[in-house]
């Protein structure tokens, strides 16, 4: 019984260094080459530079409360949308405080951006994605916010639609999720057309 044991505890010994070796330098030495030479920008946080300086990354959320912006989604982790939070309220659909805190959002939603109480409201204007992060509203949240943004800027709507259009991303394959808006990149272009 011993021999087999300490039979066995010599070859794992053994492979140890081998697999330490492969497994800790040589492959993720061999993914950070095929990430930097097949998908540079990606692997590098997908960063947004605007006048020569990084301003911010098209993956997270940043927060905009000017009216002359278009707003992100609300986030679970905080007002700074802070990466570090990143993560849900883990509150579910029964939850007292969510309903409290999703219906003050839709108030919030129409009195800023003057919209009637009959307008529907996204779901996605009032309620926080799973990581509290993302960095896209729905198409129909932008154009609802137009109107807000263009009177701030003193644009034409219709202006300020066809940029919304411009920035509108289809669905993944052409069958997944819905169209969607970066915001980031959306209110860097309206800087850039001042």
């Given at each position: 019984?011993?021999?087999?044991?300490?039979?066995?505890?010599?070859?794992?010994?053994a492979?140890?260094?081998?697999?330490a070796?492969?497994?800790?330098?040589?492959?993720?030495?061999?993914?950070?080459?095929?990430?930097?030479?097949v998908f540079?920008?990606?692997a590098?946080?997908?960063m947004v530079?605007?006048?020569?300086?990084?301003v911010?990354?098209?993956?997270?959320?940043?927060?905009f409360?000017n009216?002359?912006y278009f707003?992100?989604?609300?986030s679970?982790?905080?007002?700074?949308?802070n990466?570090?939070?990143?993560?849900?309220?883990?509150?579910?659909?029964?939850?007292?405080?969510?309903i409290?805190?999703?219906?003050?959002r839709?108030?919030?939603?129409?009195?800023?951006n003057n919209?009637?109480?009959n307008t529907?409201?996204p779901?996605?204007?009032?309620?926080?994605?799973?990581?509290?992060?993302?960095?896209?509203?729905?198409?129909?949240?932008?154009?609802?916010?137009a109107?807000?943004?263009?009177?701030?800027?003193?644009?034409?709507?219709?202006d300020?639609?066809?940029?919304i259009?411009?920035?509108?991303?289809?669905?993944?394959?052409g069958?997944?999720?819905?169209?969607?808006?970066?915001?980031?990149?959306?209110?860097?272009?309206?800087?850039?057309?001042?």
């Amino acid at each position: 019984m011993w021999k087999i044991i300490i039979n066995e505890l010599r070859i794992s010994m053994a492979v140890l260094p081998g697999l330490a070796v492969l497994l800790c330098c040589i492959y993720p030495a061999l993914i950070w080459i095929v990430a930097q030479s097949v998908f540079p920008e990606q692997a590098n946080g997908s960063m947004v530079k605007s006048g020569g300086r990084i301003v911010g990354s098209a993956l997270i959320a940043q927060n905009f409360v000017n009216p002359a912006y278009f707003h992100p989604r609300p986030s679970s982790a905080g007002e700074e949308y802070n990466a570090a939070n990143s993560g849900g309220s883990n509150l579910g659909p029964t939850s007292r405080k969510l309903i409290e805190t999703v219906a003050a959002r839709i108030n919030d939603y129409r009195s800023e951006n003057n919209l009637d109480a009959n307008t529907p409201v996204p779901a996605d204007a009032v309620t926080a994605s799973a990581c509290g992060l993302d960095p896209h509203i729905s198409l129909q949240n932008a154009l609802l916010q137009a109107r807000r943004v263009a009177a701030s800027r003193g644009i034409t709507e219709d202006d300020l639609r066809k940029m919304i259009a411009a920035h509108t991303e289809g669905r993944d394959l052409g069958i997944l999720g819905e169209k969607r808006v970066n915001v980031l990149l959306l209110n860097l272009d309206l800087d850039k057309r001042k």
